[in-house]
Nanobody, 115 residues
Framework: QVQLMESGGGLVQPGGSLRLSCAASGNIFGIGTMAWYRQAPGRQRELVASITRAGNTNYLDSVKGRFTISRDNAEITVGLQMNSLKPEDTAVYYC?????????WGQGTQVTVSS
């Protein structure tokens, strides 16, 4: 079993920055791709960014150039640096990890972009 704990959400003005962090614990051996998803009220959960163990990344088109995902394979942590935040980035952000056919979710952290 793997536990994921997110931190770093909050309220920020448009144009501001936030950094989300996620730490994995438990049976973390062999964890592969890690990712950040988000879900806004009334909308489906969507993939924001993912990163493989080798460091290959993938981003949602609307966050390209503004968000950066990073990973520490020694500590099994994943971060999401979010710059130039927009009101439409407001959502609950979830950390996700996968190992073969199994996957795990964090509890989510709220990000609110508002003036």
């Amino acid at each position: 079993q793997v536990q994921l704990m997110e931190s770093g959400g909050g309220l920020v003005q448009p144009g501001g920055s936030l950094r989300l962090s996620c730490a994995a614990s438990g049976n973390i051996f062999g964890i592969g791709t890690m990712a950040w998803y988000r879900q806004a009220p009334g909308r489906q959960r969507e993939l924001v960014a993912s990163i493989t163990r080798a460091g290959n990344t993938n981003y949602l088109d609307s966050v390209k150039g503004r968000f950066t995902i990073s990973r520490d394979n020694a500590e099994i942590t994943v971060g999401l640096q979010m710059n130039s935040l927009k009101p439409e980035d407001t959502a609950v952000y979830y950390c996700h990890a996968r190992r073969l056919a199994a996957d795990w979710w964090g509890q989510g952290t709220q990000v609110t972009v508002s003036s």
